[in-house]
């Protein structure tokens, strides 16, 4: 969605992901590594192999580092298993989040400077729990806005990013006291939308419409013998694993996507920072297309994108953490209060 939404008054802020371009950085070598609370202490967490980390302290002991997770997991790891890639923070690095997700950062130059996230899901994975922002009840299709962080932390969920775009409603007609009565905006979405087995937007529009079924497959403009939870993208930009034919160029824009690989166990979701000259400026629709190709997407839908682009996840701490930069009212880090999105839960 282009366009502002009526602000919405109590947007509290969320820590962010600290970019520890100061610190010097390692990759896991074992296929498994312990994260300790003190150096050959009880084991907080594990990293899996090819992770990338930051080191807090890796000079007081010699055979320990101490690393920092994005999720803010903080422990102590064996030096033996790690390898240093230096300082600054890589341009590529990778995260094992939790069971099944791992996080991608890959920071591009060229054709300008852009900071792409990326979440790739597994949805086979048998501990994932899927969830579209439900409905609030009444008017079909209107809902209340969130920031995505609020919507993550209200169903407890482990990440979420922004979804469908959505439009602004006339406060007399649907007043945000009554119709919002804990927080936000009554809002729009543009498509078709259903939350855990309940319709809440049956409009149908040429935008695509993408499925997750109680099992988890995924599926775009094919829904399942009963829907559960669903919700419209703004246009497809890859199909059958190439880019979609007169796709307009348009300004570069801050982006969301989704994008299945062939077989359609993988699942990703992209967020691509923009508005941010100096940090990250946006791509085009064609430029998009390109990178979900360059990923091995097969099946590739940008959502809304703009100022609502956002991603979060859960830390340790249970709170949530923004990943990315959004921009809302041309401000670094502020997120936008949008219609409904997607996230999911991960089960012990």
């Known amino acids: 969605m282009d366009g502002s939404t009526p602000p919405v008054p109590d947007v509290p802020p969320v820590s962010s992901v600290p970019n520890y371009d100061n610190k010097k950085w390692y990759r896991v070598t074992a296929s498994a590594l312990n994260v300790r609370a003190t150096p050959g202490g009880a084991i907080i967490g594990t990293l899996l192999k090819d992770d990338t980390l930051p080191a807090m302290d890796d000079t007081t002991n010699p055979s320990w580092i101490q690393i920092e997770r994005m999720d803010g997991l903080k422990g102590w790891c064996s030096r033996t298993y790690l390898v240093a890639l230096g300082t600054p923070r890589p341009a590529s690095i990778r995260q094992s989040l939790f069971t099944g997700v791992t996080y991608l950062r890959n920071d591009l130059k060229t054709p300008r400077l852009n900071a792409l996230h990326i979440l790739v899901i597994d949805v086979l994975s048998l501990n994932l729990e899927f969830l579209v922002t439900p409905s609030t009840g009444g008017t079909p299709g209107v809902i209340c806005s969130r920031t995505t962080s609020k919507f993550l932390d209200e169903f407890k969920l482990h990440f979420a990013i922004n979804a469908d775009g959505f439009s602004s409603l006339d406060p007399a007609t649907f007043p945000p006291a009554s119709v919002c009565p804990n927080g936000g905006n009554p809002v729009r979405v543009n498509g078709f939308a259903a939350s855990r087995g309940v319709v809440y937007s049956p409009e149908k529009t040429i935008q695509p419409e993408i499925y997750l079924s109680s099992t988890n497959r995924v599926t775009v403009e094919t829904p399942p013998a009963t829907v559960f939870n669903a919700f419209a993208g703004e246009r497809m930009v890859v199909e059958n694993g190439v880019m979609v034919k007169n796709l307009a160029s348009l300004a570069p824009s801050p982006r969301t996507a989704l994008g299945l690989n062939q077989s359609g166990r993988w699942l990703s979701l992209f967020v691509i920072d923009g508005y941010q000259p100096g940090y ?47 921009i809302d009212m041309a401000i670094p880090g502020r997120q936008r209060a949008v219609g409904n999105h997607l996230g999911a839960f991960i089960k012990k």
């Open 280 to 326: 990250s400026e946006g791509v085009t629709f064609p430029e998009l297309a390109s990178l979900l190709i360059s990923y091995g997407i097969y099946t590739g839908i940008n959502l809304d994108g703009g100022s609502s682009s956002t991603m979060v996840i859960r830390g340790v701490d249970g709170a949530a953490r923004l990943v990315n930069s959004p």
